[in-house]
C-alpha cells in the first residue's frame, strides 16, 4: 500500500491519478471532506502525530509531501512529526519532496526542507528524495496588450510543471532502483523573451512593482540563481519533460497563426 499525505492538495491529486491503476494508494488528508475521489482516505494532520500514526500504518511506501505551511520552525515541526510516525509504524520506505538546494543551504526557502532530509537520512527508513524546482505553474506568461512583461532581466529559469513532477513521483514510488537517491529534479531552461518570440509578440522588461515573494524571486532569476540544469527529471520520467514554450504555443496556438496571416 502506498500512502499519499497531503493528499488534497493539487500535487497529491495528480499523484493519485497517475497511481490509481498502478498500485493500492491510499489518501491521507487533514479534512476528509477534501479528499480525492476513487481511492480509501484516512485522516492525518501534520499537527496532529496520533493521526499520522494511525494513517501511516500498514503502509508499505510513503510520499511525504511537503507541508504548505509557510512558518519554517512549525513546518520544521510538522515534517519532523511525519517522519517520526512513518518510522513508528515501520514505514517501508519514504519519498519527500524537497527542494532545489536543500542539500547544501540550510536557511530561508530550504531552511525546512534541509532539516527534513536530515531527519529523514537519521530515521535509517529507505528513501527517496525528490528535490524540485519552482512549478512552471506559477510562471506561464501571460499577454497582455500584446505583449508580455517580467522583472527577470531576460534570465532563464529551470521550472518544471507539476504534472510532470507528479508523474515523475508516481515512477519513484512504484519503481526499482530509486532507494538511497536524492533527484534534483530541473525543466528545461526557458526565458520570457524566448516565450514572446515563440509567440511573435513584444518583451518588455518591468522593474518589480511591489516587495514580496515573486519580486524575490525575479531577483533570484536575475542573478542566474534559477538556471542549474540536469537530467534527473527526464531519467524518471522517461521522455522530456513538458516545456514552457511549447505549453504556451499549445494554448495560443489559434493567436499566432492569425498573427502570421496579418
Given at each position: 500500500m502506498?500512502?499519499?499525505?497531503?493528499?488534497?492538495g493539487?500535487l497529491?491529486?495528480?499523484?493519485?491519478?497517475?497511481?490509481?491503476?498502478?498500485?493500492?494508494?491510499?489518501?491521507?488528508?487533514?479534512?476528509?471532506?477534501?479528499?480525492?475521489?476513487?481511492?480509501?482516505?484516512r485522516?492525518?494532520?501534520?499537527d496532529?502525530?496520533?493521526?499520522?500514526?494511525?494513517?501511516?500504518?500498514?503502509?508499505?511506501?510513503?510520499?511525504?509531501?511537503?507541508?504548505?505551511?509557510?512558518?519554517?520552525?512549525?513546518?520544521?515541526?510538522?515534517?519532523?512529526?511525519?517522519?517520526?510516525?512513518?518510522?513508528?509504524?515501520?514505514?517501508?520506505a519514504?519519498?519527500?519532496?524537497?527542494?532545489?538546494?536543500?542539500?547544501?543551504?540550510?536557511?530561508?526557502?530550504?531552511?525546512?526542507?534541509?532539516?527534513?532530509?536530515?531527519?529523514?537520512?537519521?530515521?535509517g527508513?529507505?528513501?527517496?528524495?525528490?528535490?524540485?524546482?519552482f512549478?512552471?505553474?506559477?510562471?506561464?506568461?501571460?499577454?497582455?496588450?500584446?505583449?508580455?512583461?517580467?522583472?527577470?532581466?531576460?534570465?532563464?529559469?529551470?521550472?518544471?510543471?507539476?504534472?510532470?513532477?507528479?508523474?515523475?513521483?508516481?515512477?519513484?514510488?512504484?519503481?526499482?532502483?530509486?532507494?538511497?537517491?536524492?533527484?534534483?529534479?530541473?525543466?528545461?531552461l526557458?526565458?520570457?523573451?524566448?516565450?514572446?518570440?515563440?509567440?511573435e509578440?513584444?518583451?518588455?522588461?518591468?522593474?518589480?512593482?511591489?516587495p514580496?515573494?515573486?519580486?524575490?524571486?525575479?531577483?533570484?532569476?536575475?542573478?542566474?540563481?534559477?538556471?542549474?540544469?540536469?537530467?534527473?527529471?527526464?531519467?524518471?520520467?522517461?521522455?522530456?519533460?513538458?516545456?514552457?514554450?511549447?505549453?504556451?504555443?499549445?494554448?495560443?496556438?489559434?493567436?499566432?497563426?492569425?498573427r502570421?496571416?496579418?
Amino acid at each position: 500500500m502506498i500512502a499519499i499525505s497531503a493528499a488534497s492538495g493539487a500535487l497529491g491529486r495528480l499523484v493519485i491519478s497517475h497511481l490509481r491503476s498502478r498500485a493500492e494508494v491510499v489518501a491521507v488528508v487533514r479534512d476528509p471532506e477534501r479528499a480525492p475521489e476513487g481511492v480509501p482516505v484516512r485522516h492525518g494532520d501534520y499537527d496532529d502525530p496520533a493521526s499520522l500514526r494511525e494513517a501511516f500504518d500498514g503502509a508499505d511506501r510513503l510520499l511525504l509531501i511537503s507541508s504548505p505551511e509557510l512558518d519554517p520552525t512549525r513546518r520544521i515541526r510538522q515534517h519532523l512529526a511525519a517522519v517520526a510516525a512513518a518510522k513508528d509504524v515501520g514505514v517501508g520506505a519514504i519519498v519527500f519532496t524537497s527542494f532545489l538546494g536543500a542539500d547544501t543551504v540550510a536557511t530561508g526557502m530550504t531552511e525546512a526542507y534541509h532539516a527534513t532530509e536530515q531527519a529523514i537520512l537519521d530515521s535509517g527508513l529507505p528513501y527517496t528524495l525528490l528535490r524540485h524546482p519552482f512549478y512552471s505553474d506559477a510562471f506561464v506568461p501571460q499577454v497582455s496588450s500584446g505583449e508580455i512583461t517580467s522583472s527577470t532581466g531576460g534570465r532563464s529559469l529551470n521550472t518544471a510543471f507539476r504534472s510532470d513532477l507528479a508523474e515523475a513521483a508516481a515512477n519513484v514510488l512504484t519503481g526499482e532502483g530509486h532507494w538511497g537517491q536524492a533527484y534534483d529534479f530541473t525543466g528545461s531552461l526557458w526565458s520570457y523573451p524566448e516565450v514572446a518570440r515563440a509567440l511573435e509578440v513584444t518583451y518588455r522588461e518591468v522593474p518589480d512593482a511591489v516587495p514580496g515573494p515573486m519580486s524575490w524571486i525575479s531577483a533570484q532569476v536575475r542573478a542566474g540563481a534559477l538556471e542549474r540544469q540536469t537530467p534527473d527529471l527526464e531519467r524518471v520520467l522517461g521522455r522530456p519533460a513538458e516545456t514552457v514554450i511549447s505549453h504556451v504555443l499549445d494554448r495560443h496556438a489559434p493567436q499566432v497563426l492569425q498573427r502570421r496571416r496579418l
